[in-house]
């Protein structure tokens, strides 16, 4: 099984300044690797797929880099609406996914 | 409106079963591969269970392996999951999600989500 992990586990964040997001795969999954947003109470969304296509309505603001095992979620100015929980998953090996275990985003 | 609702959930004993079912409308639901995705209260997610669109491919997570059964009717455009031998670290909001079709392929990242069922084992 693959191995997703996170960091850091909470960032703390002042509005209009650039988050920035890691996540790690125990091996390489290409660029299988999807980031999702969760607020509480909701149901997650996806962001970023493919590592980097950003996903249906999504702002440009989110970004998504890397390939292989080394994994960034950039958000260049945070909005009111961006402070949540974001987690990434890989989905390189059909039908055996992992979700890394998520990176809190709250307001500094 | 592409929409999933999920089903089924409650209290249960350990060691008993429940069945989970998952309601899909707006999509083509035969031509998707669905997926099970659960979180423990105040969790992170973890990946239960996925089907490919004919029934032909499953998967399961190690910690439900043998124990929980993934299965669709596209003929009713549902999905279903039969959990058997429950235990309390079952216990979790459990969610279906659809996979993403980006116009050229299929993609296993989630881009539509149910809202949940709620699974509690306890005696």
């Known amino acids: 099984e693959i191995v997703m992990t996170q960091s850091p586990a909470t960032l703390s964040v002042s509005p209009g300044e650039r988050a920035t997001l890691s996540c790690r795969a125990s091996?390489?999954?290409?660029?299988?690797l999807a980031w999702y947003q969760q607020k509480p109470g909701q149901a997650p969304r996806l962001l970023i797929y493919?590592?980097?296509t950003r996903a249906t309505g999504i702002p440009a603001r989110f970004s998504g880099s890397g390939s292989g095992s080394e994994f960034t979620l950039t958000i260049s100015s945070l909005q009111s609406e961006d402070f949540a929980v974001y987690y990434c998953q890989q989905y390189n090996n059909w039908p055996s996914f992992t979700f890394g275990p998520g990176t809190k985003v709250d307001i500094k | 409106e592409v929409q999933l609702e999920e089903s089924g959930g409650g209290l249960v004993q350990p060691g008993r079963s429940l069945r989970l079912s998952c309601a899909a409308s707006?999509?083509?639901?035969?031509?998707?591969?669905i997926h099970w995705v659960r979180q423990a209260p105040g969790k992170g997610l973890e990946w239960v269970s996925g089907i490919n669109y004919n029934s032909r491919s499953l998967g399961y997570a190690d910690s439900v392996k043998g124990r929980f059964t993934i299965s669709r009717d596209n003929a009713k455009n549902s999905l279903y999951l039969q959990m058997n031998s429950l235990r309390a670290e079952d216990t979790a909001l459990y969610f279906c999600?659809?996979?993403?079709?980006?116009?050229?392929?299929?993609?296993?990242?989630?881009?539509?989500w149910g809202q949940g069922t709620m699974v509690t084992v306890s005696s």
């Open positions: 493919g590592a980097s």
């Open positions: 999600a659809k996979e993403h079709y980006d116009g050229s392929g299929y993609i296993g990242a989630f881009d539509v």
């Open positions: 707006g999509f083509t639901f035969e031509n998707y591969a």
């Open positions: 091996q390489s999954v290409r660029s299988n």
